[in-house]
Antibody
């Protein structure tokens, strides 16, 4: 059973870079049937898709245009980990950050499972 | 960007009643790429329905999804106490993937 666990600093100063890791256990991140996404949720608010990475082949990425200039998603296949970097953060980037596996096969496409999420606060 | 609008914002019902939640898209969404999630306080979203009508693993059959094009519905046939939560729809057929703003299902 695949499990995802986000980790990283809980507090980041304004203008700095937020860096998070998503560790995947119980399955490989390199399967061609999956890609991986990051999603965030400010406290008391809705969900925002940040971007995705397809770790097989060329490791293609796709980002939300609202964040594209500041975000980088990458993968370390040797550690079975995904990473998220968001630069020049402000208080508006304070949120719970989730990683999720996206099953993408001819039979089905779904975001499942999700990690438990990690809270990042941007404050000086 | 496809905007998903969920209604109502809050739904007040009693256990045993039927809940009908709506998700309307600003442009057509392929049914293959429409999902519903349940979220409880302090928890990650839980996948209920994908492909507009397929139940995720372990989801009770009182949850059902339907719809096509721009109008989708999540129905909970008989509410159990554990069903009171916030529900989100999501489209992932067109980038950027987007979520509705949520419907809060509360106990009446």
């Amino acid at each position: 059973q695949v499990q995802l666990q986000e980790s990283g600093p809980g507090l980041v100063k304004p203008s700095q870079t937020l860096s998070l890791t998503c560790t995947v256990s119980g399955g490989s991140i390199t399967s061609s049937s999956y890609y991986w996404s990051w999603i965030r949720q400010p406290a008391g608010r809705g969900l925002e898709w940040i971007g995705r990475i397809h770790t097989s082949g060329y490791g293609s990425t796709n980002y939300n245009p609202s964040l594209q200039s500041r975000v980088t998603i990458s993968a370390d296949t040797s550690k079975n980990q995904l990473s998220l970097k968001l630069s020049s953060v402000t208080a508006a980037d304070t949120a719970v950050y989730y990683c999720a596996r996206v099953v993408d096969t001819p039979m089905e496409t779904k975001f499942d499972p999700w990690g438990q999420g990690t809270l990042v606060t941007v404050s000086s | 960007e496809i905007v998903l609008t969920q209604s109502p914002g809050t739904l007040s019902l009693s256990p045993g009643e039927r809940a009908t939640l709506s998700c309307r898209a600003s442009q057509s969404v392929s049914s293959t790429y429409l999902a519903w999630y349940q979220q409880k306080p302090g928890q990650a979203p839980r996948l209920l329905i994908y492909g507009a009508s397929s139940r995720a693993t372990g989801i009770p059959d009182r949850f059902s999804g339907s719809g096509s094009g721009t109008d989708f519905t999540l129905t909970i046939s008989r509410l159990e106490p554990e069903d009171f939560a916030v529900y989100y729809c999501q489209q992932y057929g067109s980038s950027p993937y987007t979520f509705g703003q949520g419907t809060k299902l509360e106990i009446k």
